[in-house]
């Protein structure tokens, strides 16, 4: 393939199933931008390190068939932390499950900033 994309790969009875991790994140940034007190995505600082880049601020991968996601956002000023951070493991979970039909074994949040917008 030309891009340079990474994707989320099962192997099934009658072939393998290949999810781009630019559609986890664009489930991820749907699923999220209603959530009040999320500030913004942010960028994984590990990039830096890797040279791996995340789309929007989001990884994904697929473990032992269940999906891990690490999302990296900023808070808005004024909002509990925890109950944000919560509050996007219960969304982005229940979406990325429904439309990918992986389970999700775990949300990863990591807050990088507060928002003062």
Sequence with gaps: ???NREYLTQMEENGSINISEEVIASIVTDAIKE???????GQ???EQFTGKKSARGVRAELQ??????DIYLMVRYGFA???????VQDCVGGA???MTGYPVRA???HVGGISFN
Excluded: R
């Design 107 to 109: 949300v990863n949040v």
């Design 44 to 46: 994984n600082v590990s």
């Design 1 to 3: 393939m030309a891009e």
């Design 81 to 87: 932390i925890p109950e944000v951070a919560k509050k």
């Design 96 to 98: 990325v499950g429904g």
């Design 64 to 69: 032992d068939g269940a999906v891990v996601v």
């Design 35 to 41: 959530i009040e007190g999320v500030g913004g995505m």
